[in-house]
């Protein structure tokens, strides 16, 4: 056994072995750990990149998805649907769903009642097509009720162009009843709308038609992207992010742009912008749903005599959509 001790100390195979328990020195260590941080830098921004670019894409594909349920919704109803058909009643992204395949969502409202009579438990479900992946998740709840006594519901991220706005001062102006208005998506007229005694809407009519748009339905801007404060979402009233199907707030269902309302350049506008103006979660573009159906992304520092112009249903500059 001593012999067999000896041996088995001294043999090369022992020597082998402690060669191979031999660790790393201190400056391979380091070398080491500075080529995985140089990796990670690398290949963090290139995921984070491809993960804005596939949010950005499923933005437009949500787009895309509410511009076929437009068409689909005039060919069948011959108008455009209004962003309310009266102030405190549902909004237009509730009239699209059956064009959507969400016939079971559209059922469970009563489209004849104020926003504040709606179940409540409708008011609350999500539809993710309504949600830009850029921003938040879908079924993201109001923060608070908009006035006393209405029920909070699910936000969304996409408004109708109620045009450019063009000397006045915004929803004053822009969104009465009785004011001529230049965009797309407007409250309904009230002779179209009409309310029995009982506060339920008799019908729902838009104010346009396809042919009311008279640049053309390739150079007008139909539904975009609102502005909305990432530090405030889900907030309502001034910071614009209210319950989408709630038509009582004019921001959560309509925005405005031109030379005095241009595209947010932030993703923490402050009010009035959070209300009034189009902007996205995308790095220096908004994407926005085009009147025929196509999807454009818009630069936030687009020039806003031309942008004003893509606003305007009938101003007679029937401008390019910048590429």
């Given at each position: 056994?001593?012999?067999?001790?000896?041996?088995?100390?001294?043999?090369?195979?022992?020597?082998?072995?402690?060669?191979?328990?031999?660790?790393?020195?201190?400056?391979?260590?380091?070398?080491?750990?500075?080529?995985?941080?140089?990796?990670?830098?690398?290949?963090?921004?290139?995921?984070?990149?491809?993960?804005?670019?596939?949010?950005?894409?499923?933005?437009?594909?949500?787009?895309?998805?509410?511009?076929?349920?437009?068409?689909?919704?005039?060919?069948?109803?011959?108008?455009?649907?209004?962003?309310?058909?009266?102030?405190?009643?549902?909004?237009?992204?509730?009239?699209?769903?059956p064009y959507m395949e969400l016939?079971?969502?559209?059922?469970?409202?009563?489209?004849?009642?104020?926003?504040?009579?709606?179940?409540?438990?409708?008011?609350?479900?999500?539809?993710?097509?309504?949600?830009?992946?850029?921003?938040?998740?879908?079924?993201?709840?109001?923060?608070?009720?908009?006035?006393?006594?209405?029920?909070?519901?699910?936000?969304?991220?996409?408004?109708?162009?109620?045009?450019?706005?063009?000397?006045?001062?915004?929803?004053?102006?822009?969104?009465?009843?009785?004011?001529?208005?230049?965009?797309?998506?407007?409250?309904?007229?009230?002779?179209?709308?009409?309310?029995?005694?009982?506060?339920?809407?008799?019908?729902?009519?838009?104010?346009?038609?396809?042919?009311?748009?008279?640049?053309?339905?390739?150079?007008?801007?139909?539904?975009?992207?609102?502005?909305?404060?990432?530090?405030?979402?889900?907030?309502?009233?001034?910071?614009?992010?209210?319950?989408?199907?709630?038509?009582?707030?004019?921001?959560?269902?309509?925005?405005?742009?031109?030379?005095?309302?241009?595209?947010?350049?932030?993703?923490?506008?402050?009010?009035?912008?959070?209300?009034?103006?189009?902007g996205g979660f995308h790095t220096?573009?908004?994407?926005?749903?085009?009147?025929?159906?196509?999807?454009?992304?818009?630069?936030?520092?687009?020039?806003?005599?031309?942008?004003?112009?893509?606003?305007?249903?009938?101003?007679?500059?029937?401008?390019?959509?910048?590429?």
């Amino acid at each position: 056994m001593e012999g067999f001790s000896s041996y088995f100390v001294c043999s090369p195979w022992s020597k082998t072995m402690k060669k191979s328990l031999r660790g790393f020195t201190l400056i391979e260590l380091l070398v080491v750990i500075a080529i995985i941080g140089i990796l990670m830098g690398l290949v963090i921004p290139a995921v984070q990149s491809a993960r804005n670019a596939a949010s950005r894409t499923q933005c437009a594909n949500n787009l895309k998805q509410m511009g076929l349920a437009i068409q689909n919704f005039h060919d069948t109803r011959r108008f455009i649907p209004p962003s309310r058909p009266a102030d405190g009643y549902l909004s237009w992204h509730v009239f699209i769903m059956p064009y959507m395949e969400l016939d079971n969502v559209y059922d469970a409202f009563a489209w004849r009642l104020p926003y504040n009579q709606q179940d409540e438990k409708i008011l609350k479900t999500s539809v993710p097509v309504f949600v830009c992946p850029s921003r938040r998740f879908p079924g993201e709840i109001s923060t608070f009720e908009e006035r006393d006594g209405f029920p909070v519901g699910v936000c969304g991220d996409y408004a109708g162009n109620a045009g450019s706005a063009i000397g006045s001062t915004g929803y004053n102006d822009n969104f009465g009843f009785k004011t001529e208005t230049n965009g797309v998506f407007n409250s309904g007229l009230r002779k179209d709308n009409r309310i029995d005694a009982n506060g339920r809407l008799k019908n729902y009519r838009g104010r346009y038609t396809f042919s009311s748009i008279n640049d053309g339905l390739s150079n007008t801007l139909c539904v975009g992207e609102k502005a909305l404060n990432g530090r405030r979402l889900n907030e309502p009233g001034g910071y614009g992010d209210g319950c989408m199907y709630n038509g009582d707030e004019p921001g959560n269902t309509m925005r405005v742009g031109g030379p005095l309302f241009g595209i947010a350049r932030t993703k923490f506008p402050e009010p009035p912008q959070t209300w009034t103006v189009f902007g996205g979660f995308h790095t220096t573009v908004c994407n926005f749903l085009i009147c025929d159906g196509s999807v454009t992304s818009l630069p936030n520092d687009i020039d806003l005599q031309v942008y004003g112009y893509l606003c305007d249903r009938k101003d007679g500059k029937a401008t390019t959509i910048p590429q």
